[in-house]
């Protein structure tokens, strides 16, 4: 598991869905920021995911897929992003937010990808920027939907060869 985060949310999500690989089968998680890791080796199947500012993945994690895109093809690769525009699950926002990813996925073929809510509180912001979601009118508060989170990481460790799919 590789994550990119700014202000926290997606380090969280990305250690639920870590928890939750790691309970549904017999493997061993690792869940790191990007910056930690210096490639794929020895691993099996990755998930990476990110927060979203201004409609894309944080730099940091872009930069990961692009540095590590050869070893990614090798192995499965599940994505997934964290953003305000999903506190909402509306088919418009899913696609809006899937278009986030298009950069991604022409990179890497990703065999799930997760799309999730995040958080918004003003108070982990710098000044300036915190000026400026205030003013876009962006709504503060944690919409994360943990049961969304677990249901996606079930369903990517049957994806990843971990879990047996349910018969
Ligand atoms: C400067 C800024 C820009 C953002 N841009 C977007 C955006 O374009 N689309 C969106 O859905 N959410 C946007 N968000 C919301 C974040 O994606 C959300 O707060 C997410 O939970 C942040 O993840 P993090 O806590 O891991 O950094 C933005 C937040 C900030 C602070």
Redesign the pocket.
Known sequence: MAYA???????EVAAEIGRVIGSEGDCVVDVRPVEQLEGIDGYDAVVVGS?????RW?PEAMKFVESHRKALRRVPVALFA?????REDTEENRSE?AA?LDPVCEVVQPVEVGLFA???DYGR?PLL?RL??KKMG?PEGDFRDWEAVRAWASQVSVRLGVKRPAV
């Open positions: 985060t700014k202000a926290g949310s997606t380090a927060g979203i500012r201004a409609g944080l964290v953003c305000l525009t999903m937010v986030y995040g958080v918004m912001l920027l400026m979601v962006a």
